[in-house]
C-alpha cells in the first residue's frame, strides 16, 4: 500500500458530498433552534459517544482539522454540543480560505476566527449555564464552524460517560450522563457515531453497549475505533474493524488520535493526519483496509451515512412538519385577530352574541353543525324526558296504590256523618279524587326542572372555542342566560301549579270518558260476585237452626241491610236482637225482660215497669236488683274510632265502586296533565328563550360602557398568542426551507447509490457473510 492509495485528507481537495441535504438540515436545526425545548420535531444528527477519555474530542477536532475543544483530565464536555460543519469554496473555486465559527446565541453574522477563542467561549458559556462544580446540562451550546476543509456533518458531542464521581460533582453524575445520551440517540432520526478505545475490551465497551440499548439492531451505529497506535505490541484492532467481533450494520472506522505529548507540543492536526497515513502503511495488519481507516476515511463515511439517512427520514419530517404546522395554525386562529378600534370591538362583541343565539336555536332544533353520532343532544334530549320520563312515570302510577280498602270505607263512612246513607256518597269520591290529582304535581314540577337543566347544558355547549379568550364575556354570557332560564322557569312553574288547581277545583263527572255510576255499580257488583265465589263462606257442620227462625232472622237481617246501612260500621250483639225477639212474645216467667226490653221500649213502657215495682212491696234483695235495673252504665268510646274490620257485601260493594271511579277520572286527569305540562314548559320556558335570548343579550351586555371591559384578554392569553405566532413562523419557515430540496435524489459519491440499487451493495464497512458471529455465537445485522 502506498500512501497514493489512502483517501484525500482534508486539507487536499474534497469532493463536495450531500451538498443538497446537510445543508438544509443544518438550517431547519437553526430554525427550530428558536424554539429551545419546546420543539417536537426531530432533526437527523449523528450523536457522538462514549466513554471519558475515549478520544471524542480528538476525534472531532480531526473532523474539523482544527483545536477548538475543551481539554483536561477531568470531564471537559458538560453540555451537549451541537456541531455543524459547512464547506465552503476554496479561493481555487472563487471562494476563500478563511475558516471561522459562529455562535447561535451571539448576535446573528458574528464570526469568531481565533479556534482558541471559540475553545474559551465554549468553557464560558458551559460555566455561565452548568456552573464551575463539573456539573452537566443537557441546555444544548450550538457551533457552526465554516471552512473549505470539511465536509457537511451534523454533530452532537454528548458528556463523556464516567463511573467515578470527581470533585464537587453529584453522586448520581453517570446516571445523569445515560439519561442525557439516551435522551437524543434513542430517537429514530439520530445516528450513533461509539467511539471506544483500542487498548480496552471491545466487548466491555460503555459506547457499545449504551448504543445497543437504543439501537439493538446496529442499524444506526457506526464504531470508532481510536488509539490503534497505542495498543499492546503484538496485537492488532483488524478483527474489529472487519466486524468479527461485535458486528455492526454501518461498520467501524479506525483512527490515531494525537497524543498529549502531541498536544503540549502544538503539533497540528494535518501533521497529525499525515502521521496517521504513515502509521497505516507500517502496519501490515491494516493492508486492505482502506475503506476503514483514517480520518478522512471516517469524515467521508459520516457524510454519506447522514446524507442517505437524511434522505431516508425526509418523507417522516415533512410529515412532522406539516403535522404541527396545522395545529398550531389552528391554535393560533382559535386565539382570534386583535382589534383595537371601538367599533371593531364592538363588532365582534354583536357578531358573538349573534353566533351563540344561532348555535343555540340550532341545537335546540337539531340543526346544529357538530350535531353528535354518539348519544342524544339538544331538542332530542328534551323530548326523551317529555316521553320517556315524564309520560311513562305517570302511565306506570296506580291511583289506588296508597288508598286500602279500610281508607275508602273509613271515608265514605265519615261522608254520611250522624245517618246512615242508603246510597254512595259523592264527598269521599271527591275528596279521594282530588288527594290523587295532587300527586301530579311533584313530578310535573321536576319535568320542568329537568328541561331548565337541559337547557343550561345547552348553554354551555354554545360556548365558541372564541370565547375562551374573553374570560370576562364568557362569564357574563353565562350569568345572563342562567337568570333569563330561570325567569322563564318560574311562569312555567305557575302554569303547571294552575293546571293541576283547575282539573282539582272542578272534578267533571260529566266527561264523556267517565265511567259513569251505572256503569261502576255493574262492574262491581261483578267483581264482589267473583270475589264470594272465588273465597266462599264455610258454616259449622254441627249449627242447627230451625228453619223458621233461620228465616225470620235472615228476613230480618236483610231488611236492616236494605233500609239501612249499620251505624259506624259496628254489628249488633245478637243477644240483643234475641231479647227484642222475646219481648215481642212476651214470656212472664222470664226474670230478666224488663232491663233488656227497656233498650228497645218506648218511654211508657218503661214507666209502667217503674210503677209496678214501686207499688209492690220489697224486700232489700229486691230493692238492690230495682236499684241495679234502673242504673245503666256506658263505656267510653276510644279516642280512635276505627271501622270494624269485618264489612259487608254492599260496603264491598261500595268500596269496588270507589275504585273504578277514582282510577276512571284519574286516568282522564293524567292525560290532561300529560299533554298540557309539555305544552306549558315548551311555551313559558323553551320557546321562549329561543325568541327572546338574542334581544336579553342586546339588552344586558352590548353597551357602549360595557364593551371594553367583556373583550379584555387575559395577559397570559397575549403570551400565549405570541409564541403560537412565533411557532407558527418557524414551522412555517421550515416548510418552505424543505421545499429547496430536489425533487429527485441525487448520487452523492460515484460509486455511492441510493434507492432499489442500494441494495445490491453495501456500504464500506458492511460487506461480510450474514453469518457472522462473535466468539460467543451471537451476531449483530
Same mark, same amino acid.
Given at each position: 500500500m502506498s500512501v497514493d492509495d489512502l483517501p484525500p485528507s482534508p486539507a487536499s481537495a474534497v469532493t463536495p458530498l450531500g451538498s443538497s441535504v446537510i445543508p438544509i438540515v443544518n438550517k431547519l436545526q437553526d430554525i427550530f433552534a428558536q424554539l429551545g425545548s419546546q420543539s417536537s420535531i426531530k432533526l437527523p444528527q449523528v450523536a457522538v459517544v462514549g466513554s471519558q477519555s475515549s478520544g471524542k474530542s480528538s476525534v472531532l477536532e480531526a473532523l474539523v482539522g482544527r483545536d477548538f475543544l475543551p481539554r483536561g483530565n477531568d470531564i471537559c464536555t458538560r453540555r451537549p454540543l451541537l456541531l455543524q460543519l459547512v464547506q465552503t469554496k476554496p479561493r481555487s473555486e472563487g471562494g476563500s480560505d478563511e475558516e471561522w465559527g459562529e455562535f447561535l446565541h451571539h448576535e446573528v453574522g458574528k464570526r469568531i476566527y481565533d479556534f482558541s477563542e471559540i475553545r474559551r467561549e465554549i468553557e464560558a458559556e458551559t460555566n455561565r449555564v452548568s456552573g464551575v462544580n463539573k456539573d452537566v446540562t443537557d441546555n444544548p451550546i450550538r457551533l457552526k464552524i465554516y471552512s473549505p476543509n470539511v465536509l457537511d456533518i451534523s454533530l452532537v458531542d454528548l458528556p463523556g460517560i464516567t463511573?467515578?464521581?470527581v470533585g464537587d460533582q453529584p453522586t448520581d453524575i453517570e446516571a445523569r450522563i445515560r439519561t442525557m445520551?439516551?435522551?437524543?440517540?434513542?430517537?429514530?432520526?439520530?445516528?450513533?457515531?461509539?467511539?471506544?478505545?483500542? +487498548?480496552?475490551?471491545?466487548?466491555?465497551?460503555?459506547? #457499545?453497549?449504551?448504543?445497543? +440499548?437504543?439501537d439493538p439492531?446496529?442499524?444506526?451505529?457506526?464504531?470508532?475505533i481510536t488509539k490503534l497506535d497505542i495498543m499492546d505490541r503484538g496485537t492488532d484492532a483488524r478483527n474489529h474493524l472487519l466486524g468479527k467481533t461485535i458486528p455492526l450494520r454501518l461498520g467501524y472506522v479506525g483512527v490515531v488520535n494525537r497524543s498529549q505529548e502531541d498536544i503540549l507540543m502544538n503539533r497540528s492536526i494535518k501533521d497529525a493526519l499525515?502521521?496517521?497515513?504513515?502509521?497505516?502503511? =507500517?502496519?501490515?495488519?491494516?493492508? !486492505?483496509?482502506?475503506? /476503514?481507516? !483514517?480520518?478522512?476515511?471516517?469524515?467521508?463515511?459520516? +457524510?454519506?451515512?447522514?446524507?442517505?439517512?437524511?434522505r431516508t427520514m425526509l418523507p417522516t419530517l415533512k410529515s412532522r412538519i406539516n403535522t404541527a404546522l396545522f395545529a398550531t395554525a389552528k391554535e393560533y386562529e382559535s386565539y382570534g385577530a386583535i382589534r383595537e378600534s371601538?367599533? !371593531?370591538?364592538?363588532?365582534?362583541?354583536?357578531?358573538?352574541?349573534?353566533?351563540?343565539?344561532?348555535?343555540?336555536?340550532?341545537?335546540?332544533? &337539531?340543526?346544529?353543525?357538530?350535531?353528535?353520532? =354518539?348519544? #342524544? =343532544?339538544? &331538542?332530542?334530549?328534551? #323530548?326523551?324526558?317529555?316521553?320517556?320520563?315524564?309520560?311513562?312515570?305517570?302511565?306506570?302510577?296506580?291511583?289506588?296504590?296508597?288508598?286500602?280498602d279500610e281508607d275508602i270505607r273509613t271515608a265514605i263512612q265519615n261522608a254520611t256523618g250522624p245517618r246512615s246513607a242508603l246510597f254512595v256518597p259523592d264527598v269521599p269520591f271527591e275528596v279521594l279524587v282530588r288527594r290523587q290529582i295532587s300527586r301530579l304535581l311533584d313530578p310535573s314540577l321536576q319535568c320542568a326542572r329537568f328541561i331548565y337543566d337541559e337547557l343550561i347544558k345547552i348553554s354551555h355547549q354554545c360556548m365558541m372555542t372564541e370565547l375562551q379568550r374573553f374570560p370576562v364575556l364568557q362569564k357574563r354570557m353565562d350569568e345572563v342566560i342562567g337568570n333569563f332560564l330561570r325567569e322563564g322557569l318560574e311562569p312555567s312553574q305557575a302554569m303547571i301549579r294552575d293546571i293541576i288547581d283547575m282539573e282539582m277545583d272542578y272534578i267533571n263527572t260529566s266527561h264523556p270518558n267517565f265511567i259513569g255510576g251505572t256503569k261502576a255499580v255493574e262492574l262491581a257488583m261483578q267483581q264482589v260476585k267473583s270475589s264470594r265465589i272465588s273465597h266462599p263462606v264455610t258454616r259449622p257442620k254441627d249449627t242447627t237452626v230451625e228453619p223458621e227462625k233461620a228465616a225470620s232472622s235472615a228476613s230480618q237481617i236483610k231488611t236492616r241491610s236494605f233500609l239501612g246501612r249499620q251505624a259506624n260500621g259496628i254489628i249488633a250483639d245478637q243477644g240483643v236482637l234475641a231479647a227484642a225477639d222475646a219481648e215481642k212474645s212476651g214470656p212472664a216467667g222470664n226474670t230478666t225482660w224488663? &232491663?233488656?226490653s227497656s233498650i228497645f221500649r218506648g218511654s211508657d213502657g218503661q214507666a209502667a215497669a217503674k210503677n209496678n215495682l214501686l207499688n209492690k212491696p220489697l224486700s232489700e234483695a229486691a230493692q238492690n236488683e230495682y236499684q241495679n235495673l234502673s242504673t245503666i252504665y256506658?263505656?267510653?268510646?276510644?279516642?280512635?274510632? /276505627?271501622?270494624?274490620?269485618?264489612?259487608?257485601?254492599?260496603?264491598?260493594?261500595?268500596?269496588?265502586i270507589t275504585k273504578l271511579l277514582l282510577k276512571s277520572y284519574y286516568d282522564i286527569v293524567r292525560k290532561n296533565v300529560e299533554d298540557l305540562v309539555p305544552k306549558a314548559i315548551m311555551h313559558f320556558l323553551v320557546n321562549y328563550s329561543k325568541r327572546e335570548l338574542h334581544n336579553v343579550f342586546i339588552e344586558k351586555l352590548y353597551r357602549e360602557n360595557l364593551i371594553e371591559e367583556l373583550l379584555k384578554e387575559p395577559d397570559e392569553l397575549a403570551i400565549k398568542r405570541k409564541r403560537t405566532q412565533e411557532t407558527l413562523r418557524i414551522l412555517q419557515q421550515a416548510n418552505?426551507?424543505?421545499?429547496?430540496?430536489?425533487?429527485?435524489?441525487?448520487?452523492?459519491?460515484?460509486?455511492? /447509490?441510493? !434507492?432499489?440499487?442500494?441494495?445490491?451493495e453495501e456500504l464500506p464497512g458492511t460487506r461480510r457473510s450474514r453469518t457472522e458471529t462473535n466468539g460467543n455465537g451471537n451476531g449483530r445485522f
Open positions: 463511573k467515578v464521581p445520551i439516551l435522551s437524543y440517540i434513542k430517537e429514530s432520526s439520530c445516528l450513533i457515531l461509539a467511539v471506544t478505545p483500542a +487498548n480496552s475490551d471491545l466487548a466491555n465497551s460503555d459506547a #457499545l453497549q449504551i448504543a445497543g +440499548n437504543a439492531d446496529g442499524h444506526r451505529t457506526i464504531g470508532v499525515i502521521a496517521e497515513e504513515k502509521f497505516f502503511l =507500517s502496519r501490515p495488519a491494516y493492508s !486492505g483496509l482502506t475503506d /476503514r481507516l !483514517g480520518v478522512p476515511q471516517l469524515a467521508k463515511k459520516l +457524510n454519506q451515512i447522514l446524507v442517505q439517512h437524511i371601538r367599533g !371593531g370591538q364592538g363588532a365582534l362583541l354583536l357578531s358573538f352574541l349573534t353566533k351563540y343565539c344561532e348555535a343555540y336555536s340550532s341545537t335546540l332544533e &337539531g340543526k346544529s353543525k357538530e350535531m353528535s353520532t =354518539s348519544e #342524544l =343532544s339538544g &331538542g332530542a334530549r328534551i #323530548l326523551y324526558i317529555f316521553q320517556s320520563v315524564f309520560v311513562k312515570s305517570l302511565e306506570e302510577v296506580d291511583p289506588c296504590e296508597d288508598l286500602t224488663s &232491663g233488656f256506658l263505656k267510653e268510646p276510644p279516642t280512635v274510632l /276505627r271501622s270494624s274490620e269485618n264489612h259487608s257485601e254492599q260496603e264491598s260493594v261500595e268500596i269496588q418552505r426551507t424543505l421545499d429547496e430540496l430536489p425533487l429527485e435524489a441525487e448520487s452523492v459519491e460515484r460509486g455511492y /447509490r441510493i !434507492g432499489s440499487e442500494a441494495k445490491h
